[in-house]
């Protein structure tokens, strides 16, 4: 279903080190996923995307793996910078509940000087 | 090619009062979907058109009601708004149904 949860789970890390968020999804039906960036006061921004007959997939200093047995996604940044600091959200995209997206609870990472 | 475009960006509006947001896609986009975001939370679905038909509604009361019309445009509108109303409503459109989806920068309500 969709997203829930009061509290974000925060993930801090030190500049330049690599991090690595990470996003269980619920439905063996998705075959499509997409990470998002939310810097505060913007909307999400698309960072990368994967289908399901693919394992990993690689962007500008991004990489987003998928683990289909047992359902989880990540998304590793590396040498983080200071403007990586943001909500990251995981979207699923399930076949059958109509392609609807599927949001994560998502994580804020905070970077450390 | 223009982004998203929300309307108004804030809004201060009384409880029980009505309000209507309104969002313009990315041209050639057919499908908008409504988010809910209130601090500390991630994004709540609030529904999707797709072809001036709704294709997907989130768990939220009948006063939160929506439309498409030809040209891609959607609104959206709460009636007898209630403190809780308060938050940034993100408008996202993409080409079909389930693809990537490009935010607008949200509309904030606020209700006092």
């Known amino acids: 279903g969709e997203s829930v949860g009061l509290h974000l789970p925060t993930l801090s890390v030190q500049e330049g080190d690599n991090s690595i968020i990470n996003c269980a999804y619920s439905?063996?039906?998705?075959?499509?996923f997409i990470w998002y960036k939310q810097e505060s006061g913007k909307g999400p921004q698309f960072i990368i995307d994967?289908?399901?007959n693919m394992d990993k997939r690689q962007g500008q200093r991004v990489t987003v793996l998928l683990n289909k047995t047992v359902k989880h996604l990540s998304l590793q940044i590396a040498a983080t910078q200071p403007g990586d600091s943001a909500v990251y959200f995981c979207?699923?995209?399930?076949?059958?509940?109509?392609?609807?997206?599927?949001w994560g609870a998502g994580t804020k990472l905070i970077i450390k000087p | 090619k223009a982004g998203v475009t929300q309307t108004p960006r804030y809004l201060i509006k009384t409880r029980g009062q009505q309000v209507t947001l309104s969002c313009s896609p990315i041209?050639?986009?057919?499908?908008v979907s409504w988010y809910q975001q209130t601090p500390g939370q991630g994004l709540q679905f609030l529904f999707e058109?797709?072809?001036?038909?709704?294709?997907n509604k989130g768990n939220f009361p009948g006063r939160f009601s929506g439309r498409q019309f030809s040209n891609s445009r959607s609104e959206m509108n709460v009636s007898t708004l209630e403190l809780g109303d308060s938050a940034l409503y993100l408008c996202?459109?993409?080409?079909?149904?389930?693809?990537?989806?490009?935010f607008g920068q949200g509309t904030r309500l606020t209700v006092v």
């Open positions: 041209s050639g986009h057919r499908s």
């Open positions: 439905n063996s039906a998705s075959d499509y």
């Open positions: 996202a459109s993409s080409r079909q149904l389930g693809a990537e989806a490009f």
């Open positions: 994967i289908r399901s």
């Open positions: 979207a699923e995209s399930p076949m059958d509940s109509n392609y609807q997206l599927i």
């Open positions: 058109y797709f072809s001036e038909t709704q294709r």
